[in-house]
């Protein structure tokens, strides 16, 4: 006889009274307290990812983002079945994005400061049929210094027609990579950027 069957013609065996009423409650008794023990560890399970979720928005709170990130993956990974488990597999997601975002701002802004002064040359250069002698000539509101603090190179060709606009990066010396690596605009066109 398959194991199933017997484990149904057992039960009906229960429930008719075959077999003795002590022996039935202890088997009912025992499936209850099972049960309940796995409803308590769901629950505990539970209130460990929730209190281990508001430790990690603590830490968002406080700005330190990769810790909460690394708290947020510890819970998403231990507790995946419960709503804290999900809300933290979505805002590690979220916080990684926003260390990235926060990492590569300063290359970003560096660029869409370089691309405003490199439009500004271009204004004067189509109006005036020269390039500025210096970027002082420009109109005023263009940013003074890169995202480091160090100003910008610029240089005017020998007769006056092109120039080379660079952002030396997080340096503030030719060459490097990352944030370090520059950004160079010739006679309106990237010659280099850098990597992200």
């Not at 039935?24 to 399970?45: K, P, W």
Request: proline share 5%.
């Amino acid at each position: 006889m398959p194991e199933g069957c017997a484990i149904i013609k057992g039960r009906a065996r229960e429930v008719n009274g075959e077999i003795g009423p002590r022996r039935c409650t202890r088997r009912v008794l025992a499936t209850i307290v099972l049960l309940l023990a796995a409803g308590g560890m769901a629950c505990s399970d539970e209130r460990r990812a929730e209190r281990g979720y508001r430790q990690a928005m603590a830490l968002v709170e406080g700005d330190d983002l990769a810790r909460a990130v690394e708290r947020f993956d510890e819970i998403a990974r231990r507790f995946p079945q419960t709503e804290a488990g999900r809300r933290a597999l979505r805002d590690a997601k979220l916080y990684r994005g926003l260390i990235g975002a926060v990492e590569n701002f300063p290359a970003s802004r560096a660029r869409d400061a370089i691309v405003a002064i490199a439009r500004a040359v271009e204004a004067q250069r189509g109006r005036d049929r020269h390039a500025p002698a210096s970027l002082a000539d420009l109109d005023a509101g263009l940013p003074p210094v890169d995202p480091w603090g160090n100003p910008f190179g610029y240089e005017r060709s020998a007769d006056g027609r092109g120039y080379r606009l660079t952002c030396y990066g997080s340096d503030g010396t030719t060459g490097g990579e990352g944030d370090a690596a520059d950004i160079v605009v010739e006679n309106g066109a990237f010659r280099r950027e850098p990597r992200r």
